[in-house]
């Protein structure tokens, strides 16, 4: 449990650390910065893709599994606010060439953050699992309005290597 737990708070941080780049406004994001967000989500995938796997081969108890929950809880949050932003500053983005690349990342972590949700469904009694679901609906209905937006984005997808993520 240690793993999926340091995991999930590796997520959360580095949504914090994404959030703080778009925090600055469309207007006073650069290339540099949208290149370092691409990496923070190449970073979040592979983070999400870990704690995925390892909760999969685990059988956590009804309290550890409230503990996910309410890390996931924030996550998702997090990710509603990075969504909300992203489509809201579509134009911007355009404008930079690069709504491409915040498409492919967006991609990217819709399936990962998916697959660690549907794992987390699955391991819940049924007493927990209302709140997994909503976690779930709620994180798909985000990327959904977010790749609904950018359904035909092109520009910037040769800008970051899916290999560079930028840890930290």
């Known amino acids: 449990m240690d793993k999926v737990n340091k995991s999930l708070d590796d997520v959360e941080r580095k949504m914090t650390k994404l959030n703080a780049i778009t925090a600055k406004g469309a207007a006073n994001i650069t290339m540099k910065d949208v290149i370092k967000a691409s990496r923070k989500g190449n970073s979040i995938t592979s983070t999400y893709k870990k ?3 390892d909760l999969s081969t685990l059988n ?3 309290a550890e599994l409230k503990d996910i929950i309410v890390k996931m809880d924030r996550i ?6 990075q969504m909300e932003f992203t489509v809201l500053n ?4 355009d404008k930079m060439h690069v709504s491409g690349v915040v498409k492919k990342s967006m991609q990217k972590n819709e399936g990962i953050s998916h697959d660690l ?6 391991k819940c009694p049924s007493s927990l699992k209302p709140e997994a679901e909503n976690l ?3 994180a798909q209905k985000s ?4 790749l609904a937006a950018y359904s035909n984005a092109k ?11 930028d840890s930290d």
């Open 51 to 53: 704690g995925a796997k």
């Open 60 to 62: 956590p108890s009804e």
């Open 76 to 81: 998702v949050a997090r990710q509603e606010k």
């Open 90 to 93: 579509k134009p911007f983005f």
């Open 117 to 122: 949700t549907k794992i987390l469904i699955e």
């Open 136 to 138: 779930d609906k709620r």
């Open 143 to 146: 990327f959904a309005d977010g």
């Open 155 to 165: 520009g910037g997808e040769d800008l970051v290597d899916d290999k560079v993520d």
